[in-house]
C-alpha cells in the first residue's frame, strides 16, 4: 500500500520568513530521495530543499514568492509500494556482513525526527578547513545543491558524516555542522571581516626609543574617526577654483579701517559657498539612519570646522551659518578657534556640525582626502592656493588657484552628485556675487 507523506521545511538555521525564489517540482512528477523540491534565498545564501523520500509528488504547497520558515509544508510525496524485488534487494543490503556486524543499519531519520542537539553531543568538535573539494573517488556523497551550499557556508564535507541514504550527505547535515563548530569557538574556513591585529613589535632591537601616551583629544578623535573610515564607503571629488579676484576683494576689506578689528580669512567665504551649497543640494546636508534604511534631511545649516591645537585637531560647530554674514562668520571663527587652542571649548559647541571643513591652507599641499565626520556624510578639504597659468582663450594668464577636495559617503552621494556640489562651490567662489544668493 503506498504511503503519502508531508515534505516540511527543515531547521534553515537562524533564519525566519525565507523567500521561495524556484518551486522545482509539480504534481505528478515523480522524484527520488535529494532531489530538489524548492530553492529558497535568505540574505547569506540560497539552499535547496530536498525530498527525504523517494515517490510521486501529488500536492505542492508552496509557489514562488511565499515565506517560509522551518516546518512549513512544502509538498506532499506518495512513496510506491514495495516490490518483491526491493525488498528483497533491501534485505540482502541488510544482511550481516560478519558475525561483529550482524546487527541491522539504522534507518535515516527524517528532518523533523532528527535532533540537532543530540547530532551535535554524538560528533566530536569540527573544524572547518578552506572547502577544498577533490575530483577523486574520495568525493564526500552528496547531490549538488547540498555541495553548493556548502561551499558558501565554507564547510568542508569530507569533514561531514551523512545521515541520508548510504551516508548521503544532506542540508540537514551541513547546517548541524556549522552550528557545531561555530558553538565549539571554530574559526570559519573563509577569511573573517574582522580587523586584523597589527602584531607587537620590539622597536628597542634597533635602537634608542620613548614611549609617549596619545593626548585625550587623539584617543577621542582617533576612535571615531577609525570607526567613520570602517563604515563609511569614502569617495573624494578634487576640482579648483579660480580665487584671483575673491582675493583681491578680501585684501580690500583686510585693509579698510572699518574692518581692522576683524580677521578677515578666505575660510569665511567658503564657508557661505559651502552653505549655499547645502541649501542647492540637500543630499550633502543629510544623515543616513543606523539601520541603513532612510536619510535624515536637516533644515538647519550647522558647519564644523576643524582647529589644528597642540593636542590634536578639534571641530567647533559654527550654527545657522546661512543667517550670517562674513563678518560675523569671521568673528565668531576667530573666538572659537582661539578657545578650541585654549582648551575652553564646551562639550556642546564641538556637536550638531551637519557638514565639515578641513583646511590646511595654512600649512601647505596640493590635495589630499579628509574623513568623513560620520554620521555627516561630507567634508571639505581646502590646501594652499597656488599661482597656476589658465588659458583665457587666447594667452595663458597667472591665476590664484585654490585646491578643494570633497570627500563623501558613497552610500548617500554618487560621484555625479559630488562632482555638481563642487562644481557650485567653485562657482560661487570664483564669482563672490553668487554668495548673496
Not at 534487494?89 to 539504522?106: F, G, H, I, L, R
Not at 585625550?216 to 578623535?221: A, V
Not at 570646522?305 to 563678518?327: F, S
Request: aromatic fraction near 4%.
Amino acid at each position: 500500500m503506498s504511503d503519502s507523506q508531508d515534505i516540511l521545511v527543515p531547521d534553515i538555521g537562524d533564519f525566519d520568513n525565507v523567500d521561495v525564489i524556484e518551486v522545482l517540482v509539480t504534481p505528478g512528477d515523480v522524484v527520488d530521495v535529494e532531489s530538489p523540491l524548492i530553492t529558497l534565498e535568505s540574505d547569506k545564501a540560497t539552499m535547496d530543499v530536498p525530498s527525504p523520500v523517494a515517490g510521486t509528488v501529488t500536492e505542492v504547497r508552496i509557489a514562488v514568492g511565499d515565506q517560509v520558515t522551518q516546518g512549513t509544508l512544502v509538498a506532499r510525496v506518495e512513496a510506491p509500494d514495495p516490490t518483491p524485488e526491493t525488498t528483497a534487494a533491501a534485505a540482502a543490503e541488510k544482511a550481516p556482513q560478519s558475525e561483529a556486524d550482524s546487527a541491522p543499519a539504522p534507518q535515516p531519520p527524517t528532518p523533523e525526527q532528527v535532533d540537532p542537539v543530540a547530532v551535535v553531543a554524538a560528533r566530536p568538535p569540527p573544524s572547518l578547513p578552506p572547502a577544498v573539494e577533490s575530483d577523486d573517488e574520495s568525493l564526500p556523497h552528496a547531490s549538488p545543491a547540498v555541495r553548493r551550499f556548502a561551499r558558501e557556508l565554507g564547510a568542508d564535507l569530507s569533514k561531514i558524516s551523512g545521515t541520508g541514504t548510504h551516508g548521503r550527505i544532506l542540508t540537514d547535515d551541513v547546517q548541524t555542522f556549522i552550528k557545531s563548530a561555530l558553538s565549539q569557538g571554530a574559526a570559519p574556513a573563509q577569511p573573517a571581516l574582522g580587523i586584523p591585529a597589527v602584531p607587537e613589535v620590539d622597536f628597542a632591537r634597533w635602537g634608542r626609543v620613548e614611549t609617549q601616551p596619545l593626548s585625550r583629544i587623539k584617543k577621542i578623535s582617533g576612535r571615531h574617526l577609525h570607526r567613520a573610515w570602517l563604515n563609511v564607503p569614502h569617495v573624494t571629488h578634487h576640482d579648483e577654483a579660480d580665487i584671483t579676484e575673491l582675493e583681491d576683494f578680501r585684501k580690500t576689506l583686510k585693509n579698510e579701517s572699518a574692518y581692522a578689528e576683524v580677521r578677515i580669512t578666505l575660510l569665511g567665504f567658503v564657508i557661505k559657498a559651502l552653505a549655499s551649497a547645502m541649501k542647492t543640494f540637500p543630499l550633502i546636508n543629510a544623515s543616513l539612519s543606523p539601520n541603513g534604511e532612510n536619510l535624515i534631511l536637516k533644515h538647519y545649516f550647522h558647519i564644523g570646522v576643524a582647529v589644528d591645537t597642540e593636542n590634536g585637531l578639534v571641530v567647533p560647530v559654527l550654527r545657522d551659518v546661512d543667517t550670517k554674514g562674513i563678518l560675523e562668520l569671521a568673528s565668531e571663527l576667530d573666538d572659537l578657534s582661539a578657545r578650541a587652542r585654549g582648551g575652553k571649548l564646551k562639550p556642546e559647541e564641538m556637536q550638531g556640525g551637519c557638514i565639515s571643513i578641513s583646511s590646511l591652507g595654512g600649512i601647505g599641499g596640493t590635495a589630499f582626502t579628509p574623513i568623513v565626520n560620520s554620521p555627516e556624510v561630507a567634508i571639505l578639504g581646502i590646501t594652499r592656493a597656488q599661482i597656476k597659468p589658465r588659458w583665457d582663450g587666447s594667452n595663458f594668464q597667472p591665476r590664484l588657484m585654490l585646491p578643494l577636495d570633497l570627500s563623501y559617503d558613497h552610500r548617500v552621494i554618487d560621484g555625479a552628485e559630488a562632482a555638481r556640489v563642487t562644481a557650485f562651490i567653485v562657482s560661487a567662489l570664483e564669482d563672490s556675487r553668487r554668495l548673496l544668493l
